[in-house]
Nanobody, 116 residues
Framework: QVQFVESGGGLVQPGGSLRLSCAAS????????IGWFRQAPGKGREGVSC????????YYADSVKGRFTISRDNAKNTVYLQMNSLKPEDTAVYFC?????????WGQGTQVTVSS
């Protein structure tokens, strides 16, 4: 059974850090490019970061560059989004997506709330 399960969201104060995880089962993450997206209340889904399947090239949206880091641990079949220096405007539901040549998989989303 294919699963792509997110974890790590929560409530954090401005300036704090969180690490989001997406753990895959039923498929091998190493074969997939991975993207992180977020959706704030009343807004559309936006791309935050991605990492390629071939050489782990990374991309970051300007709004998170220098604060967020995407990575993958193939041994654990898990991808991470380390989020530092969090701001209230980072509040959103965060989703991961695995892009395959034929199939793609979405995580279920995890809430991140940045508030004092």
């Amino acid at each position: 059974q294919v699963q792509f399960v997110e974890s790590g969201g929560g409530l954090v104060q401005p300036g704090g850090s969180l690490r989001l995880s997406c753990a895959a089962s039923g498929f091998t993450l190493d074969d997939y490019a991975i993207g992180w997206f977020r959706q704030a209340p009343g807004k559309g889904r936006e791309g935050v970061s991605c990492i390629s399947s071939s050489d782990d090239t990374t991309y970051y949206a300007d709004s998170v560059k220098g604060r967020f880091t995407i990575s993958r641990d193939n041994a654990k079949n898990t991808v991470y989004l380390q989020m530092n220096s969090l701001k209230p405007e980072d509040t959103a539901v965060y989703f991961c997506k695995a892009y395959g040549n034929v199939l793609s998989y979405w995580g279920q989303g995890t809430q991140v709330t940045v508030s004092s």
